[in-house]
């Protein structure tokens, strides 16, 4: 059974576009894999705890040396390494928040780079993930334009994330850029071109679509 992760994070339930634009692609993917299933991370919903003391030493601390309170604390980021582990697929919708990335996604982000879990260190202090094949699109939602503009240099959220993810193992990201949703004309535009750009991938890379 394919298994589609799907993590958001727009504060806003209702008329996000960036949660609007994952609905989409959820639709098509569930056309492909019928009896597929859909492990929804909602972190508004379901807010993750920024990462504790006792949770970075969890995380350097071997498993059999764990005081009851560093136990505890890894708990959840545990939960989710596994979660993450055993998706095939993984979608990600964030809209950009003073230039950055939402402060709930980072959050998760804190508990997903785990060393000796999803990542690792070489000899020579490079890293090396330990997720190789797993698929991940990334979906944006930006109020402004700033692919090919002067603002792109202040566009911090798509580099993060993609770099996090590289850590992890995770190079070729699929990114699915919805710009200018502060303009009701170059939405309505944009959106269609995302639509499209999102069914041509399912058609492209042979989905059962």
Not at 4 to 12: A, E, G
Not at 106 to 127: P, W
Request: charged fraction near 25%.
């Amino acid at each position: 059974m394919k298994k589609l992760l799907r993590i958001d994070c727009s504060p806003r339930i209702n008329g996000s576009h960036s949660r609007e634009i994952t609905d989409y692609f959820e639709h098509l993917w569930k056309n492909s894999y019928p009896d597929g299933k859909v492990i929804y991370r909602d972190l508004v919903k379901n807010q993750i705890p920024h990462i504790s003391d006792e949770t970075i030493k969890g995380f350097y601390t071997p498993k059999n040396k764990l005081t009851p309170k560093e136990s505890k604390a890894i708990v959840l980021s545990d939960m989710l390494v596994t979660e993450l582990k055993n998706a095939d697929e993984i979608i990600i919708s964030s809209p950009l928040y003073n230039f950055g990335t939402a402060s709930n996604l980072k959050a998760y982000l804190d508990h997903i780079v785990r060393v000796g879990h999803t990542f690792k260190v070489n000899e020579d202090g490079s890293y090396s993930g330990l997720l190789k094949t797993k698929a991940t699109h990334l979906v944006t939602a930006k109020g402004g334009s700033y692919k090919g503009t002067s603002m792109e240099k202040n566009d911090f959220q798509v580099p993060h994330i993609q770099a996090v993810f590289n850590t992890l193992g995770i190079d070729n990201i699929n990114l699915l850029s919805l710009e200018g949703t502060s303009n009701k004309h170059t939405l309505v535009k944009n959106e269609k071109l995302i639509k499209e750009q999102i069914s041509e991938y399912f058609k492209t890379n042979n989905y059962e679509y």
